[in-house]
């Protein structure tokens, strides 16, 4: 796209941090040629512009102040406010929780096509935590508005949560970027290859493997006369050989195994 390509940790739970993990993530895009622009971002130095943003949601009566507990919350009828909405609640103890009145039923995905979201959509959600932590939800928003960001291409797990974030985005007033959600690549267990899952941590000295494994994942056939090259030349053949029609066409049949 020509545009620029920010790097930004969101470490915005610290109990769930591991330390060091930010410097593996940069060793590993370092090692396979992938080199950001600008200075990382680290979402912990954004919580004033967190605040700043509740606050005016506050102010223009988008939130209320919630006590129920998580079993509560996921008890409650889908699409409905639990009762604290009714009650001038204290902030003490509580969490700050958005009343999505005017929630995003779909998207039109550049790899998906047009995606309708479940009753899910229509649910309040959580800004602010009970013990004081951003949600992701409105930590990404404002993070992304802040930094000018036009284009996400992330995984198909956070598609739910992307009508969330552009039910904010249309209260901001902000033009939402373009979204490709990624069919997740899974192991031979069906799981996604994630940390959580125990997925072994890909191996940077057989960076030209992953990316080429990565790149067939992707719908682009590596050609052998690449079998040797560094790097940067098969980013670069990457770079102009690859579209998101890829994805689209192939998308859906996506249960290649990615050997780290
Ligand atoms: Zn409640």
Avoid at 52 to 61: K, M
Avoid at 109 to 136: N, P, T
Avoid at 148 to 171: F, K
Avoid at 193 to 204: D, E, F, G, V, Y
Wanted: charged letters at 20%; hydrophobic letters at 40%.
């Amino acid at each position: 796209m020509n545009g620029k390509w920010l790097l930004r940790i969101e470490d915005i739970d610290p109990p769930r941090e591991q330390a060091g993990a930010d410097e593996l993530i940069k060793d590993a895009l370092i090692a396979h040629g992938l080199l950001w622009d600008e200075d990382v971002i680290y979402q912990h130095n954004s919580h004033e512009r967190y605040e700043q943003a509740l606050t005016w949601l506050r102010a223009n009566g988008h939130c209320y102040f919630c006590q129920c507990t998580r079993k509560q919350r996921l008890a409650n009828p889908k699409g409905q406010s639990c009762a604290c909405a009714q009650l001038a609640l204290n902030p003490q103890g509580c969490a700050t929780v958005l009343r999505n009145t005017d929630a995003v039923h779909e998207i039109d995905d550049l790899a998906l096509g047009r995606v309708s979201f479940d009753e899910q959509c229509k649910d309040d959600f959580i800004l602010r935590r009970k013990d004081g932590l951003y949600a992701y939800q409105l930590a990404v928003v404002i993070d992304d508005i802040d930094s000018g960001v036009t284009e996400v291409v992330r995984g198909a797990d956070i598609l739910p949560a992307t009508a969330y974030q552009l039910a904010l985005y249309n209260l901001f007033k902000q033009p939402a970027p373009v979204y490709v959600h990624l069919p997740l690549v899974m192991g031979d267990n069906g799981q996604k290859l994630s940390k959580q899952n125990h997925a072994p941590a890909l191996n940077n000295e057989h960076a030209t493997d992953n990316l080429c494994a990565a790149l067939e994942t992707l719908g682009l056939r590596v050609p052998s006369y690449l079998n040797n090259a560094l790097v940067p030349d098969i980013l670069d053949f990457a770079v102009h050989n690859w579209s998101v029609a890829l994805i689209a066409d192939n998308g859906h049949a996506f249960d290649n195994r990615i050997d780290a």
